[in-house]
């Protein structure tokens, strides 16, 4: 019987992963677009700054 190791998912998966930054943005436009149910402590409190120092055109 041959015993295989399997590499721990994990540090592969880590790597590959967008930064935080990025998930976090990516969860609240789709939040903002409707896609997903908001999360009011969340959503509010970026929508807030979001509107306080809009993205200049």
């Given at each position: 019987m041959k015993i295989r190791h399997?590499?721990?998912h994990?540090?592969?998966r880590k790597g590959e992963y967008p930064p935080i930054e990025?998930?976090?943005?990516a969860?609240?436009?789709a939040m903002d677009r409707g896609e997903?149910?908001?999360v009011n402590g969340f959503y509010?409190?970026?929508k807030e700054i979001k509107?306080?120092?809009p993205k200049p055109d």
């Open positions: 399997r590499p721990d994990a540090p592969r990025e998930q976090l943005d969860l609240w436009h997903l149910p908001k509010d409190r970026i509107d306080r120092h």
